[in-house]
């Protein structure tokens, strides 16, 4: 079991082809989007993250946070709007009037080369001095190596029309879900080497981009209060949304700052006060990782429906195990149920490893769900209450 992510739902930005052709790549492969390589090995242990009010153990995985991870690149999204977000708030407080106008900008670069990974990684620095000589200051850039092709355009298109999905959700969200495998996703997209950018700018001149650069603005982000949430959702929508579809390659980085904005032109903590600077980080935080619909948002399981088959209860987190085992009247509840005591001594064997009465789980148990069930009952089935024991929340939680 992985954890769903817990950011809210993006608004996408979805816009024109900004060219008819693309240029000629060859990175196909090289080059891909988040999630879409293989797990690393520190993310695969399964652990136990939390239990249900019917008493099944909840495995997880801890999360890795690596952008090339199939089950855990949202975190490493969360975490990289989360910054972007308070980082462009920060600006935007810190300049005057018509200054703290942000723009979601593409810069499309010159199509008569061809791109290798590395030509198109350098051909960054040209998207920034072609954004800024049509009138935008700074901003974050996102380089995108791919846009959808038109089958992938023709499959969206049919979905929205029948009914499978609102327009809303976006092209790259729909794909995505899709395709759970890179090959599968490959059928949808094609090579075109673009920069996007959330970017101050008064106006967007794309005229005045440099000889063979396409530069469009696409829309205007809503005006920007540092107390203002909305704001700070807006900001997070598109950063989230680009970020989903934005370059993954070992050694880069997929988000970068020019301009005005980049550290070593702006410093949030020699502009702002140690105040306004706290309040910005934590509502852009806010922005990312709370639905505005849902109360008490987070990382942890707790609040989701039990995942095993046949069982809606609600998961607790893992940490309140020690109390609920506590409870006489819950855990005689547990152990009169279907595979009651089976259930028990699983939750038995949690408490045993947090308390280090067990040796930790074999490499074979901590990949495998089953196996690491297995390996907790086995654990919690041996133990035997001593009445002259403390009691396990005195044990485990001091």
């Not at 064997?349 to 490499?363: A, H, T």
Request: hydrophobic share 30%.
């Amino acid at each position: 079991m992985t954890r769903a992510p817990t950011a809210a739902p993006p608004e996408p930005s979805d816009h024109e082809p900004v060219r008819p052709e693309s240029p000629k790549t060859y990175y196909e492969g090289v080059v891909r989007t988040p999630g879409y390589r293989q797990a690393p090995n520190r993310c695969r242990p399964m652990t136990p993250v939390g239990f249900c009010e019917d008493g099944h153990t909840i495995l997880g995985q801890s999360s890795c946070g690596t952008r090339y991870c199939p089950d855990h690149w949202r975190d490493w999204c969360e975490d990289a709007v989360v910054n972007m977000v308070a980082r462009l708030a920060a600006y935007r407080h810190a300049v005057d009037g018509a200054e703290k106008r942000l723009n979601h900008v593409v810069a499309s670069p010159p199509q008569d080369r061809r791109y290798s990974a590395r030509e198109m990684w350098e051909t960054r620095s040209e998207a920034y001095e072609a954004m800024e000589q049509a009138g935008v200051r700074g901003g974050v850039s996102v380089t995108h190596p791919y846009r959808t092709n038109d089958r992938g355009d023709a499959l969206f298109e049919i979905a929205v029309e029948e009914g499978n999905v609102e327009e809303e959700t976006g092209k790259w969200n729909f794909l995505r879900d899709l395709a759970d495998e890179w090959d599968d996703l490959s059928r949808f997209i094609e090579p075109a080497p673009h920069y996007h950018a959330l970017a101050a700018a008064e106006d967007v001149d794309g005229e005045a981009a440099p000889e063979g650069w396409l530069v469009k603005r696409i829309d205007s982000l809503k005006p920007f209060h540092f107390r203002d949430t909305e704001a700070y959702r807006d900001m997070a929508a598109r950063a989230y949304y680009v970020l989903t579809h934005a370059a993954e390659q070992d050694g880069r980085q997929a988000t970068t700052y020019f301009g005005d904005v980049h550290p070593a032109s702006f410093d949030p903590e020699e502009e702002l006060t140690a105040a306004v600077w706290s309040r910005i980080q934590m509502e852009a935080e806010k922005a990312v990782k709370e639905h505005p619909d849902e109360e008490g948002s987070g990382r942890g399981p707790e609040g989701e429906e039990c995942p095993c088959e046949g069982c809606e209860a609600d998961v607790i987190d893992v940490m309140h195990l020690p109390e609920y085992m506590d409870d006489e009247e819950w855990v005689t509840s547990v152990q009169s149920g279907r595979e009651g005591q089976a259930r028990y001594d699983r939750l038995m064997g949690v408490l045993l490893w947090w308390e280090g009465r067990c040796d930790s789980p074999p490499p074979g148990a901590a990949g495998r769900e089953d196996r690491m069930l297995d390996w907790l009952a086995e654990k919690g089935s041996v133990h035997t209450v001593d009445p002259r024991q403390v009691s396990l929340s005195t044990a485990v939680m001091g």
